[in-house]
């Protein structure tokens, strides 16, 4: 395989990623929202810090699209921005955070 070719794979596995975390994340608002409306209670507000780590994690998953880097630096980056994205909706899902 050439290094375009594992560069891409590498693009395209990450959002696919992407995407299913924040697919997940997003089910599983709707879910504990309904089951919260159900008892009688309300989900409550994001952290003011939630949008800027989605948005910071996203723009780290479109650098690699954007400049080009050897295939190890665009895989750790993809992750990280994977990573990021499913640590910040673990946060906004934690039952026991107040």
């Known amino acids: 395989m050439e290094e375009s070719e594992i560069y891409l794979c590498i693009c395209a596995a ?3 990623l992407y995407l299913g975390v924040g697919a997940w ?6 879910r504990m929202k ?3 409306t159900a ?6 507000p994001p ?4 949008r800027p780590a989605v948005i910071s994690s996203a723009v780290l ?3 690699p699209f954007l400049i080009y880097f050897r ?3 665009t895989a ?8 990021g994205l499913y640590i910040t909706l673990r946060e906004r899902l934690d039952p026991g955070k107040d």
């Open 71 to 73: 295939p190890f630096v």
């Open 76 to 83: 750790v980056l993809e992750g990280c921005a994977v990573l």
């Open 34 to 36: 309904s089951r919260l």
């Open 47 to 50: 952290d003011k810090k939630f």
């Open 61 to 63: 998953l479109a650098l």
């Open 25 to 30: 994340g997003f089910i599983r608002i709707r």
């Open 14 to 16: 990450a959002l696919l």
């Open 39 to 44: 008892e009688g209670k309300e989900l409550p």
